[in-house]
């Protein structure tokens, strides 16, 4: 059974059970961190920095959560903007333009070693890769995790409306992008 | 100038369609609504077309649990990649530093060649004597200290022009040659 957000965090904030909590938290939400990580950038290795990354700024900014919205929340949105920057990063180190590293990405999902999936999952993840980054992290959260709008809107900053707009567009252009018969 | 009277009214042949709204709102909808919930087939599952490899979220957890202890490393000496990255900046910067320091020493004795084979005999004494200007000012130093302590005042000491001359007259060249070596 798993403990409830409010224990892990009263836990939390006693120096006693401190990393109780923590080891909880961690047991609660490293999967789901993970995977967001690991359908954002595809390789394992970066998907596990980013993982103990996201795990190593909440032991030392818990303490600074003022529960205004909710743990997953909060943690989802440390794990996105970890997303991004690593994404960004990637594009700095070679200098490369967006399209590149979607190349590169692509290429690993082609490879049988980072992707097991049949040919469908295959070119779904091929024309997901072609959304631009945010958007992509809206269609896998609605579309892979059945993340709210409203929950999204904490974890991105952005509106309802926003992320709706954005979300159909991504639908629609992954529609074309497999239609297109490109990939 | 069109009046208001002139606009069409009920069901004349340029009237909107009745339903002509609920038909667009209706459109709207399902297609927002399709968009909503589209998704192909078997695709949602992705987790376990992605390899993990076995014990891995027990190693996460030991890898954050390091990473979280307030000794902890510092942030690059737990990431491999990091490191190797580490190491290859360290070799370049070495191997820069070697190569700008022996391009420096190659350019200033290529320099020193083609000045030393076009100078003239007076540039290169005069070269010689303002490297050596330490030298010679220490040794005037040293001159002086001596004489100082010697009481040898011979600063003040006015020049008789007949005696130096007689002194001259006096002398043996011969005797000047046999005491000192020419080369």
Redesign the interface.
Known sequence: MQTEDKDILEKFRIEGTKQLA??LL??KY??RV??LA??MVID??DA??I??EV??KI??HLDEFRSESGLFTWIYRIASNECLKVLKKKRLRFFLPIGDVEGELSDKISSE??????E??RK??LAILKLPEKQRLVFNMK??EDITYEEMSGILGTSVGALKAS??HA??KV?AN?ESGEI | MMNINDIPKGNQSNSVPENFFEDQFQSILRKTTELENWQLAGSKDLEKNFQVPDGFWLQMEDGIRARSKPNAKPGFALYPRLQWAAAVGLLLIISIAVSQFWNINKVQSDNWSAKIETASSDELIAVLDLERADIQELTEQIVAKSLSENELNIQNERINYDEAERTFQDLNVNEIYENFEFN
Do not use: A, E, M
């Open positions: 923590f080891n961690i047991r490293q999967k993970y995977w690991r359908k394992h290795d596990n920095d993982s103990q795990f190593v032991w030392f070693h980072h992707f097991t999936g049949d469908i999952q779904l993840q579309y892979f979300y159909h639908v629609q529609q497999l």
